[in-house]
T-cell receptor, first 113, second 113 residues
Framework: SQQGEEDPQALSIQEGENATMNCSYKTSINNLQWYRQNSGRGLVHLILIRSNEREKHSGRLRVTLDTSKKSSSLLITASRAADTASYFCATDPSSGSARQLTFGSGTQLTVLP | DGGITQSPKYLFRKEGQNVTLSCEQNLNHDAMYWYRQDPGQGLRLIYYSQIVNDFQKGDIAEGYSVSREKKESFPLTVTSAQKNPTAFYLC????????????FGEGSRLTVL
């Protein structure tokens, strides 16, 4: 079952603009992670935010987490054509006998030069 | 370089044939995973292994089998019982039981003719 759901499904912006993607989930979590996937390639880990954190930065990435709303957002500032990829959120549930990451269906980001 | 190697990158199978996808890691990670990705969708967990000689079914294990005889290797067999095997298969590993960062291979694309 897919707990995380990204919004929007697709996003197209001009180079230099900011890109914001959202992730909603259903159950309590220990952490939430964002991954990037270039077309036809494997996923690459971008950032992990724990349930007791509200915001985290890594280079041009800013992630926020609102556990009361069960949602997270990923902001990419000053986007570049090379940021074109699919972005997935993955949640680590805090309960259940088999705690494994659950991935959403992703946001396809296209950055136009 | 440390990482995860999947092979082959592309594989074609006739209906009724079993095929085995290779996954090798030199990261000294305990946990390894197999995911399936269909076009425009997120990742679904097939099998995972947290330690040598032990593995657990994920959400969509039917028609698949795995083994974990060595820490470095976690091959996936797609059997003839898998009714819709055409997909992109991703192997991943993590330091421990998988609530932290996952490291992914480059994927294997299986097409049934």
């Amino acid at each position: 079952s897919q707990q995380g759901e990204e919004d929007p499904q697709a996003l197209s912006i001009q180079e230099g603009e900011n890109a914001t993607m959202n992730c909603s989930y259903k159950t309590s979590i220990n952490n939430l992670q964002w991954y990037r996937q270039n077309s036809g390639r494997g996923l690459v880990h971008l950032i992990l935010i724990r349930s007791n954190e509200r915001e985290k930065h890594s280079g041009r990435l800013r992630v926020t987490l609102d556990t009361s709303k069960k949602s997270s957002s990923l902001l990419i500032t000053a986007s570049r054509a090379a940021d074109t990829a699919s972005y997935f959120c993955a949640t680590d549930p805090s309960s259940g006998s088999a705690r494994q990451l659950t991935f959403g269906s992703g946001t396809q980001l296209t950055v136009l030069p | 370089d440390g990482g995860i190697t999947q092979s082959p990158k592309y594989l074609f199978r006739k209906e009724g044939q079993n095929v085995t996808l290779s996954c090798e890691q030199n990261l000294n990670h305990d946990a390894m995973y197999w995911y399936r990705q269909d076009p425009g969708q997120g990742l679904r967990l097939i099998y995972y292994s947290q330690i040598v000689n032990d593995f657990q079914k994920g959400d969509i294990a039917e028609g698949y089998s795995v083994s974990r005889e060595k820490k470095e290797s976690f091959p996936l067999t797609v059997t003839s019982a898998q009714k819709n095997p055409t997909a992109f298969y991703l192997c991943a590993s993590s330091i421990d039981r998988g609530t932290g960062e996952l490291f992914f291979g480059e994927g294997s694309r299986l097409t049934v003719l």
